[in-house]
């Protein structure tokens, strides 16, 4: 076996307040590339420890009470030896906390802070709660899924949490740090889960400002409104996916169908639904299985509508390393997804299994000069 390469960002040390998602989706994206991420909870958490778990892989994880001044000292004295503080609490809570950025930096003036939140640090939503379908919904994300004669509908993944969310606060956290590298300054990143989702729009507000019309859902030249790029039922009651938008896909694809006739018709409005019923015709004639062999090496675009156990076991994603076989930290058998981002020099790896609740405590306050008879106290406090 091959030993895991340490990763870009090893020596770069994290601790994590936050919970749930956004947060542990982001820190899971430094740890996998060797970033050294301590998660910190209040035990009162524990019943909900593991969730998601699969975010937990390559952390470290203790217990500490911050609400009590001792466990604040304990996380002071950590925050002088570390590189990034990431939290996920409603605006004004690390402050209650007194382990707000403006307190950290007194003690470390290059932390990078990043504080994630549904409506940012300013702003009239601000202390409004709310959750991924509220986030997708405020951004105008929400209003383009699903069909136009229904409500909208929510996806099934989350997009705010993790492209809104996650992977902006990785990007602000990258940024800082190379910011840190010529300035050898901290700062602070307001990272609004809302703000990121309507950044997703970018493609969306450009086409409906050229054509002066707004977009309607599933009614745009990429979702739905042409049968070039589109979804269709097979005869086994699959489905899979058309993208053929140049025209020389969509000629490619007539040509496959012995249907030249339609090559002109691409962009034609007044056919556009006969279009649309007539390939779905044609594709619910042969099973997902026979349109692969039909479609093999025609230069077409198109996929099949993959589920989740279609992605684990899928040749594509094995061959790139993204289905990976790992371990709960009870030694229990699970399935998890690779490093997207692939770097030949110091590529990102799996090194450890999601980690448990409070599992790390010791040796870390051990690491940081507590001594056992210290250790023993926290206990007794329940600061740990």
């Known amino acids: 076996m091959t030993t895991p390469s340490k990763g870009t960002l090893s020596g770069i040390t994290v601790l994590d307040l936050s919970r749930l998602l956004p947060g542990p989706f982001c820190s899971m994206i430094l ?10 909870e209040d035990r009162r958490f524990e019943p909900e420890s593991g969730f998601p778990r699969l975010t937990l892989r390559n952390k470290e994880h203790m217990v500490l009470d911050l609400k009590s001044p001792e466990g604040r000292s304990i996380f002071m004295n950590m925050v002088k030896k570390a590189d990034v503080v990431l939290e996920g609490f409603r605006p004004g809570v690390v402050q209650k906390l007194d382990v707000d950025y403006d307190r950290v930096k007194t003690v470390n003036p290059g932390i990078i802070y990043c504080s994630i939140t549904g409506y940012g640090q300013t702003g009239p939503l601000k202390d409004r709660p709310g959750h991924d379908v509220n986030y997708i919904a405020e951004s105008g994300l929400l209003s383009l899924i699903g069909d136009p004669d229904r409500p909208p509908s929510i996806p099934g993944f989350q997009i705010a949490d993790l492209a809104g969310g996650g992977m902006n606060a990785v990007i602000g956290i990258l940024l ?20 990121g989702s309507a950044a997703l729009l970018t493609l969306a507000a450009d086409y409906s400002q050229m054509n002066g019309q707004p977009m309607i859902r599933s009614r745009s030249i990429l979702s739905h409104q042409y049968a070039f ?33 339609w090559t002109g018709l ?3 409005e007044a056919r556009r639904v006969e279009l649309i019923d007539a390939l779905g015709g044609i594709i619910k004639e042969k099973t ?9 090496n025609q230069d077409i675009c198109w996929a099949a509508v993959n589920s989740i ?24 058998p699970i399935r998890t997804f690779g490093i997207p981002v692939k ?19 010791e ?15 926290f206990r007794e406090k329940r600061i740990i």
């Not at 050898?184 to 889960?193: H, L, N, R």
């Not at 990102?348 to 299994?353: E, K, M, V």
């Open 288 to 296: 997902l299985e026979e349109w692969s062999t039909v479609f093999e």
């Open 176 to 195: 800082a740090l190379h910011s840190r590298n010529s300035t050898e300054k901290g700062q602070y990143i307001d990272i609004s889960m809302t703000d």
């Open 343 to 361: 770097l030949s020099g110091e590529p990102g790896s799996l090194r450890t299994p999601p980690t448990s609740f409070g599992r790390d405590t």
């Open 31 to 40: 740890a996998d590339h060797g970033a050294r991420v301590i998660m910190i």
């Open 309 to 332: 156990d279609d992605v684990f076991a899928s040749p594509l994603f094995q061959e790139r390393g993204m289905v990976l076989d790992s371990s709960t930290s009870d030694g229990k």
């Open 266 to 268: 691409q962009f034609d």
């Open 363 to 377: 040796p870390i306050l051990l690491e940081f000069g507590y001594s056992e008879q210290d250790i023993v106290s």
């Open 229 to 261: 790029y589109n979804t269709y039922e097979t005869a086994d009651h699959r489905y899979l996916s058309l993208g053929c938008l140049e025209p020389r896909f969509w000629i490619n694809l007539c040509r496959c169908l012995n249907r030249e006739e």
